[in-house]
């Protein structure tokens, strides 16, 4: 499909436009406020399901950072 709806405001979007998070679509408004990128593996993940690292001032994904954060 060329055109989907973002999950959280159900705006409509093109899809190449939009971020996924799962199989779900996001515009890229609600992208930047609920979304972020995993530093490491560079997933997309919304930002309640990550650890924001205060050191390094950036979100991961909870296994890069468990990974990240072993000793």
């Known amino acids: ?3 989907g709806f973002c999950q959280h405001c159900g ?3 093109e899809t190449e436009s939009g971020y996924y998070i799962e199989e779900d679509l ?3 408004e609600c992208f930047e406020e609920h979304g ?8 997309y ?5 990550m ?3 205060e050191d ?14 072993q000793e």
């Open 26 to 28: 996001y515009c890229s």
């Open 1 to 3: 499909d060329v055109f």
């Open 45 to 49: 993940y919304l930002k309640e399901n």
């Open 11 to 13: 705006r409509r979007i």
């Open 36 to 43: 972020a990128i995993c530093e490491d593996c560079r997933d």
């Open 56 to 69: 390094a001032n950036c979100y991961f994904c909870n296994w890069c950072y468990n990974n990240r954060h």
């Open 51 to 53: 650890r924001y690292d």
